[in-house]
């Protein structure tokens, strides 16, 4: 119950079957678009970018941070 309250993907094969035969990007808009904590983090993270606000974020999943890291990297490397 917790994997599906964090992140769909976090679901043994969900990963594999929602993003078959995507590139990269679309693979990145699918990670947020299926989480509505990630679609709202998104929004709230640009926003408080743009701001020049900080940002820390907890998690008690690792799992969870490593999807957050892959996010932010693409995001960094494509400035998005």
Do not use: W
């Not at 094969?13 to 078959?20: F, M, N, S």
């Not at 990007?25 to 900080?54: F, P």
């Amino acid at each position: 119950m917790r994997k599906v309250c964090n992140h769909p993907f976090l679901i043994t094969g969900v990963e594999q079957a929602l993003t078959k035969n995507l590139n990269n990007e679309e693979v990145m808009q699918k990670l947020i678009s299926v989480c509505g904590k990630l679609e709202l983090l998104d929004k709230l993270l640009t926003k408080l970018k743009a701001e020049g606000h900080r940002v820390l974020i907890f998690s008690q999943m690792a799992r969870m941070l490593d999807l957050l890291v892959s996010i932010f990297r693409f995001k960094t490397i494509n400035k998005i």
